[in-house]
Nanobody, 122 residues
């Protein structure tokens, strides 16, 4: 089983943009998701994408600031975050599954990365 590997997290200032990457070298999953976990809080769903038709799903709080996309040729999924806010500070996790339905629960995904830290200063 190939685990996703996230990258791109770093310290940024409020209002900045950031693109996170999730790579699954040599393995193509059907659907991918991004979740995040802030200190002292539960992990929450951010966005997910299905490979075959590119269907996407977003959490309500995203409000147009986040965009999930994928490069099937590179087995890579991206999360573009614009207008970053201090409350976006969290560890961002990439998850993958070979189930065709596009989920938004952590239990919908079987493979998880180690996470990448995003810190937004005010």
């Amino acid at each position: 089983q190939v685990q996703p590997v996230e990258s791109g997290g770093r310290l940024v200032q409020a209002g900045d943009s950031l693109r996170l990457s999730c790579a699954t070298s040599g393995r193509t999953y059907i659907s991918y998701g991004w979740f995040r976990q802030a200190p002292g809080q539960e992990r929450e769903f951010v966005a997910s994408i299905r490979g075959g038709d590119g269907y996407t799903r977003y959490a309500d709080f995203v409000k147009g600031r986040f965009t999930i996309s994928r490069d099937n040729a590179e087995n890579t999924v991206y999360l573009q975050i614009n207008s970053l806010k201090p409350e976006d500070t969290a560890v961002y996790y990439c998850a993958a599954t070979n189930v065709g339905t596009i989920g938004q629960e952590a239990t919908d995904f079987g493979s998880w990365g180690q996470g990448t830290q995003v810190t937004v200063s005010s």
